[in-house]
Antibody, heavy 118, light 110 residues
Framework: EVQLVESGGGLAKPGGSLRLSCAAS????????MNWVRQAPGKGLEWVSS????????FYTDSVKGRFTISRDNAKNSLYLQMNSLRAEDTAVYYC???????????WGQGTLVTVSS | QSVLTQPPSASGTPGQRVTISCSGS????????VYWYQHLPGTAPKLLIY???QRPSGVPDRFSGSKSGTSASLAISGLRSEDEADYYC???????????FGTGTKVSVL
């Protein structure tokens, strides 16, 4: 069974940092592109970042460029999101999601809540 | 602010057909596949439609997708109470070099 389990969320101050992790199991992690998607309170889904299976291709939404860094460790079956210079508008539930070939965001984790507040 | 526009809400009675529109541009829907996701609050979103009109295994054929030019739509036929959820369209945007979601549509079953 495919499982994606996010962790690392919590309360951070504006300007602070957090590192999210996503532990993957039940599939060959190194073969698939991975993503982070977020949902702010009362708002819709927002794609944050994608990373290819071998980390060759990385993309970010404009609002996090220069502040967030996506990475992965295929040996540890783990996806990461390093979030720096956090802002109140980064407050959201963050989901990691797996792409299948031709099927974007096919598997999702349950999400981890990030709250940015002083 | 999303580049894909959806109506904020849609509703119907059990058994009815509901259609949700998604309006984009040549840089996203006009040049990429469209995807649709179902999201119930407190749960993980679920992929409903990929490749404009394809259903992953396990998604009922009551859900169907279509695309024409820079717009797409999701139809739910034989509406059921468990279809009450938020629905999002999405596509890759070549200009933004990123994946974009629609504004989301809340479907209510009256």
């Amino acid at each position: 069974e495919v499982q994606l389990v996010e962790s690392g969320g919590g309360l951070a101050k504006p300007g602070g940092s957090l590192r999210l992790s996503c532990a993957a199991s039940g599939f060959s992690f190194s073969s698939y592109n991975m993503n982070w998607v977020r949902q702010a309170p009362g708002k819709g889904l927002e794609w944050v970042s994608s990373i290819s299976s071998s980390s060759d291709y990385i993309f970010y939404t404009d609002s996090v460029k220069g502040r967030f860094t996506i990475s992965r460790d295929n040996a540890k079956n783990s996806l990461y999101l390093q979030m720096n210079s956090l802002r109140a508008e980064d407050t959201a539930v963050y989901y990691c999601a797996r792409d299948l070939t031709g099927l974007r965001l096919f598997n999702w984790g349950q999400g981890t809540l990030v709250t940015v507040s002083s | 602010q999303s580049v894909l526009t959806q109506p904020p809400s849609a509703s119907g009675t059990p058994g009815q057909r509901v259609t949700i529109s998604c309006s984009g541009s040549s840089s996203n829907i006009g040049s990429s596949y469209v995807y649709w996701y179902q999201h119930l609050p407190g749960t993980a979103p679920k992929l409903l439609i990929y490749g404009n009109n394809q259903r992953p295994s396990g998604v009922p054929d009551r859900f169907s997708g279509s695309k024409s030019g820079t717009s797409a739509s999701l139809a739910i036929s034989g509406l059921r109470s468990e279809d009450e959820a938020d629905y999002y369209c999405a596509a890759w945007d070549d200009s933004l070099s990123g994946y974009v979601f629609g504004t989301g549509t809340k479907v209510s079953v009256l």
